[in-house]
Antibody
Framework: QITLKESGPTLVRPTQTLTLTCTFSGFPLSTRGEGVAWIRQPPGKALEWLALIYWDDDTRYSPSLKSRLTITKDSSKKQVVLSVTNMDPVDTATYYC?????????????WGQGILVTVSS | DIQMTQSPSSLSASVGDRVTITCRASQGIGNYLAWYQQKPGEIPSLLIYAASTLQSGVPSRFSGSGSETDFTLTISCLQPEDVATYYCQKYNSAPFTFGPGTKVDLK
């Protein structure tokens, strides 16, 4: 059974860096084809894909946010970490991590419960 | 980058109605399209992938069709538990963009 859970701060100040951790179970991110993505959703708004990391450490980023995002993994700890620099109030959102597969199957079949991050001074 | 649009943005329908939601890609994406359902206050849930393949456990009243640029999600007989926002998502290549969503509620 695949499960994912997001953790991290729920309140960050403008200009700070947000670091979120996704702790997963039920699949080995070290196995060919496995991947974990981050997706966010501002309150009352649509889903926005942010970043994805594959089993081989290859990464993909949203072009509009690429300069501010870093995604890394620690397969032995079963964790994926997303960093977002220079946080702004418009980055207030629920951040989800989700399981995906490669190749050309990068839809998201298992999701974490999400973590609401508020950016405010 | 390929843009994803959905229509309508919202709709109201009666229980038992047939509901159709359209998703359009600005360029061809083959059949690399997924649909998600997000009920109020809940996390998104995968409904359909490869444009028309139902995820395990999804009721058969849901169906998907289309290819390249034009896709549809159909609910053949709307149920109260189908009240939700529905999103399409492309996955032919990065970025794995979502559509803006279609909110479905009961008339």
């Amino acid at each position: 059974q695949i499960t994912l859970k997001e953790s991290g701060p729920t309140l960050v100040r403008p200009t700070q860096t947000l670091t979120l951790t996704c702790t997963f179970s039920g699949f080995p991110l070290s196995t060919r084809g496995e991947g974990v993505a981050w997706i966010r959703q501002p309150p009352g708004k649509a889903l926005e894909w942010l970043a994805l990391i594959y089993w081989d450490d290859d990464t993909r980023y949203s072009p509009s946010l690429k300069s501010r995002l870093t995604i890394t993994k620690d397969s032995s700890k079963k964790q994926v970490v997303l960093s977002v620099t220079n946080m702004d109030p418009v980055d207030t959102a629920t951040y989800y991590c989700a399981h995906t597969m490669w190749p050309v199957t990068e839809y998201f079949d298992y999701w974490g419960q999400g973590i609401l991050v508020t950016v405010s001074s | 980058d390929i843009q994803m649009t959905q229509s309508p943005s919202s709709l109201s329908a009666s229980v038992g109605d047939r509901v159709t939601i359209t998703c359009r890609a600005s360029q061809g994406i083959g059949n690399y399209l997924a649909w998600y359902q997000q009920k109020p206050g809940e996390i998104p849930s995968l409904l359909i992938y490869a444009a028309s393949t139902l995820q395990s456990g999804v009721p058969s009243r849901f169906s998907g069709s289309g290819s390249e640029t034009d896709f549809t999600l159909t609910i053949s007989c709307l149920q109260p538990e189908d009240v939700a926002t529905y999103y399409c998502q492309k996955y032919n290549s990065a970025p794995f963009t979502f559509g803006p969503g279609t909110k479905v509620d009961l008339k």
